[in-house]
């Protein structure tokens, strides 16, 4: 148990990394996912483009939602969104700065399997299979066919087994074009999806470089914020719990010493340690009113330091001068001498 607990809280102390490595392991899981499954093409002529389309978009949507819900900072975006103004404004910079890394993190699954599935080529060849130019790969000698007899045949290019248009054109010309279209496709999607993580990743914190400090900083605070004050609840809790099942014992020890004429044990030295981490707070109607108090009007960003009796330095405030004044006594005699 300790090896796991050890674990946990490097997780925790490393949620960045954390995250990264969920990520990956769901875009390999994507991957994999998409290897093992079975792309059957129903080669009808109102299925194939609704079939091919919902295989190349659906479990993307799919797996970007996943990348939300894997996310721990999910729920702490949304109650930074729609908890009341208080005391303490609310920037939207911060929020859209956590909304962006979290996007950014839930991206890389459903961009792997689009960029395998365009690969792959199955998907297009499926759903544009009717769409292929027999003016120019096929046999313009064939006789002519009427619109829907021509869509019904190309709509079987995929299924090679029940293809009968080899005298219109040929199952592997139309295949190999429509896959060809497909990997040049996914190919380009690579490069864009390259090129935009590029840009967003390395030039856009060189043009907003202090608002993107910024924004970074107190989402980083939110987080800790949120930890903090979870670990402080914990810790009340415990307390809490402690001293009201120390109490009721010592209270069941009294009502047997009275029964018994027994005299009641000393209460443990630990209780008083327990009452003092309660801060006062120690009914139910107070921590309630505590805690909604948290919600409603968080405290403030701004701390109340003791006033110096110097200032900081930055501007030139509480230098010590050049030359030290001189008293008032050796002025006048100064002057009285010249």
Not at 207 to 233: M, N, V
């Amino acid at each position: 148990m300790d090896k796991f607990r050890m674990i946990f809280q490097f997780l925790q102390s490393n949620q960045e990394s954390f995250m990264n490595g969920i990520c990956g392991i769901m875009a390999l899981a994507s991957a994999q996912m998409y290897s093992a499954f079975d792309f059957n093409c129903p080669c009808l002529p109102r299925y194939n483009l609704a079939y091919g389309l919902g295989i190349l978009l659906v479990p993307p949507f799919i797996l970007f939602l996943l990348g939300f819900v894997l996310n721990n900072n999910i729920s702490m975006l949304a109650e930074e969104w729609r908890r009341p103004q208080g005391q303490r404004g609310k920037d939207q910079a911060v929020l859209r700065y956590m909304f962006c890394s979290m996007a950014q993190r839930a991206m890389i699954a459903p961009v792997v399997w689009v960029s395998v599935t365009l690969l792959d080529g199955k998907c297009i060849t499926c759903a544009f299979c009717t769409l292929v130019p027999v003016e120019t790969l096929g046999n313009t000698s064939h006789p002519g066919l009427s619109q829907g007899e021509m869509k019904r045949v190309l709509a079987r290019i995929p299924c090679k087994e029940i293809y009968d248009g080899q005298e219109l054109i040929a199952n592997e010309v139309a295949v190999r074009y429509l896959r060809c279209i497909s990997q040049a496709l996914g190919w380009c999607f690579v490069l864009l999806m390259t090129t935009l993580a590029f840009l967003v990743r390395s030039l856009r914190p060189c043009f907003t470089q202090a608002a993107f400090l910024k924004s970074r900083y107190w989402s980083h605070y939110i987080d800790i914020e949120r930890k903090l004050f979870d670990e402080t609840c914990a810790e009340h809790a415990r307390s809490f719990a402690k001293v009201c099942i120390q109490q009721f014992f010592e209270g069941m020890s009294t009502d047997l010493a009275a029964t018994r004429c027994h005299p009641p044990k000393k209460a443990p030295a630990d209780a008083g340690e327990a009452a003092e981490k309660l801060l006062g707070i120690t009914d139910q109607g107070t921590m309630n009113m505590a805690l909604k108090s948290w919600h409603r009007c968080k405290p403030p960003l701004h701390l109340h330091p003791p006033a110096l009796a110097s200032g900081n330095g930055w501007t030139g405030e509480g230098q010590t001068p050049a030359h030290p004044p001189v008293p008032r006594r050796e002025t006048a005699a100064y002057y009285s001498r010249v």
